[in-house]
């Protein structure tokens, strides 16, 4: 069983930048493709960023170069920098490691873009 930690959630104001991590309790980097997802209120989830084993990056089409995903294989850990932040930016961002059948889930944790 593979353990995802999300932390760097917060209060910003709008053009602000974050930068979220996500720990996994295991090495799956090599194998899993890691996303991040978000979930506005009342919305369903979506991707906002994805990087494969190889590294290759990908983006929901509303990030529009805001954002980097990144990941660090040695430390376990992705990254999602977020930078011009928005109001609709605000959601609970959850990170996801995807391999065929098996998809494991963090915890959230909670994105706020507001003066």
């Known amino acids: 069983q593979v353990q995802l930690v999300e932390s760097g959630g917060g209060l910003v104001q709008p053009g602000g930048s974050l930068r979220l991590s996500c720990a996994a309790s295991?090495?799956?980097?090599?194998?899993?493709?890691m996303n991040w997802y978000r979930q506005i209120s009342g919305k369903q989830r979506e991707v906002v960023a994805t990087?494969?084993?190889?590294?290759?990056?990908n983006y929901g089409d509303f990030v529009k170069g805001r954002f980097t995903i990144s990941k660090d294989n040695a430390k376990n850990t992705v990254y999602l920098q977020m930078n011009s932040l928005k109001p609709e930016d605000t959601a609970v961002y959850y990170c996801?490691?995807?391999?065929?059948?098996?998809?494991?889930w963090g915890q959230g944790t909670q994105v706020t873009v507001s003066s």
């Open positions: 996801n490691a995807w391999l065929g059948f098996t998809s494991y």
């Open positions: 295991t090495n799956i980097f090599r194998n899993y493709v």
């Open positions: 990087i494969s084993s190889s590294g290759r990056t």
